[in-house]
């Protein structure tokens, strides 16, 4: 059994579970496996063969059925595989009874993300953001086989009555280190508002979106400066923050944590410091993975994720990334059936109901190639000066005496 608070490190080989059901269709299923596997890649789980079963709603006892929980069963004995990672949510009974049953560890969607953000973590305030969300997990789902808390139990002085139960003693070291840790966040929190209350009267803009569209590229080049970006999911866990001028105007310029689907609700609580980078901003960035064949349900749950946490109505800047990437299927001129989305071409997406989002501006380029990224700055430039002047009218004859006339430097 892998020890929760080692993560899964020592995994090599997995199965994915995903169930269609009313709640979930076939096509969505099938996109969310392959969120899972990248999940899993980015994780350094090699993902072996895929399972998938149609349902009217998942089993109460172990969220497949009894046939097909034999199929897996005897698929994973016959490959040796060392876990099966279920794309939804196991409750602690679920994942007690899988595991029985196949005699194998068994991670959900939230374990393995959880996981991923334990390896990210950099910064002692991440780190403990993720140690809390691990542990608050991991409550719940405690049972007398885990005897992985027994060296955090010190002397005979911290076992309680002769009649105390591992297993309470198991959960109160889990409780205390709760506790501890939410009195830890408490004053990283206070330290962390002291200092965006220290920034002074610069102007806040946020990068946000889904994870792995492009942020942290988007931020080198505004930025003109090295925040580690790759091809992985929660590249980026520590919200960085850069001083920004675009002509004479400086503002300060956030890269924070990407969302996804599903995402823990523990991590959410715990990481609610490093959103407030998001709350606090007085403009937000949205970018957007155009290439990514369903941008359009990751752009849907960024915007509820934002609701969620307080910022759904900032103002917005809604900027479609990896234009260089999006490749239109093929389409036959001849077909009479409608074309599909994923047939249009950029000049047609641009057209679409993209261009006319309520009163969000939409701006199509490539931060990898650097296409449009001036429009994307001009366009920066008027909406933190329109902030800036509406905040601080006295200062604006002065400030804005010249000009922006698309020169830029960052610091």
């Not at 059925?65 to 060392?82: T, Y």
């Not at 009479?336 to 249009?344: A, D, I, N, T, V």
């Amino acid at each position: 059994m892998i020890d929760p608070l080692e993560g899964a490190a020592k995994v090599e080989s997995a199965v994915l579970i995903g169930v269609i059901s009313d709640a979930q269709d076939e096509d969505h299923v099938r996109e969310y496996l392959d969120e899972l596997e990248f999940l899993a890649t980015t994780a350094d789980i090699r993902t072996l063969k895929r399972f998938v079963q149609r349902l009217h709603r998942p089993d109460g006892r172990t969220y497949i059925g009894s046939g097909k929980l034999a199929e897996i069963k005897r698929w994973v004995q016959e490959n040796m595989v060392d876990v099966v990672i279920f794309d939804d949510e196991l409750s602690p009974a679920q994942q007690r009874n899988l595991e029985k049953a196949l005699g194998i560890a068994v991670l959900d969607r939230p374990r393995l993300i959880l996981d991923i953000f334990a390896r990210r973590a950099r910064t002692a305030h991440a780190k403990t953001q993720v140690e809390l969300a691990r542990y608050e997990y991991m409550l719940p789902r405690l049972t007398k086989l885990w005897t992985h808390l027994e060296r955090q139990r010190g002397g005979t002085g911290t076992r309680g009555g002769a009649g105390e139960k591992e297993i309470e003693t198991d959960r109160r070291i889990v409780r205390d280190r709760i506790a501890l840790l939410k009195g830890q966040l408490r004053n990283i929190d206070k330290q962390m508002a002291t200092q965006r209350g220290n920034r002074g009267k610069l102007v806040r803009v946020a990068l946000v979106g889904y994870t792995n569209v492009g942020k942290s590229t988007l931020m080198n080049v505004l930025s003109k400066s090295d925040v580690f970006a790759e091809d992985k999911l929660f590249a980026t866990l520590d919200t960085t923050v850069r001083k920004i001028v675009l002509g004479n105007l400086p503002f300060l310029l956030s890269d924070t944590v990407g969302f996804i689907r599903k995402l823990p609700h523990q991590l959410i609580e715990s990481f609610k410091s490093t959103l407030d980078e998001t709350r606090e901003a007085d403009l937000l960035i949205h970018v957007v993975d155009i290439s990514h064949r369903n941008f359009e349900e990751q752009y849907l749950t960024v915007k509820q994720t934002l609701s969620e946490i307080g910022a759904g109505t900032k103002p917005m800047i809604v900027v479609f990334n990896k234009i260089d990437a999006y490749h239109p299927a093929p389409f036959d001129p001849h077909d009479l059936s409608p074309k599909r989305r994923e047939q249009y071409g950029l000049e047609e997406l641009q057209h679409s109901w993209m261009a006319g989002m309520h009163e969000e501006e939409c701006i199509f380029l490539s931060a990898a190639t650097r296409r449009n990224i001036e429009t994307l700055r001009k366009r920066l430039y008027e909406r933190v000066k329109a902030i800036h002047i509406s905040r601080y009218p006295y200062e604006s004859d002065l400030l804005f005496s010249d000009e922006f006339l698309g020169g830029d430097q960052g610091s």
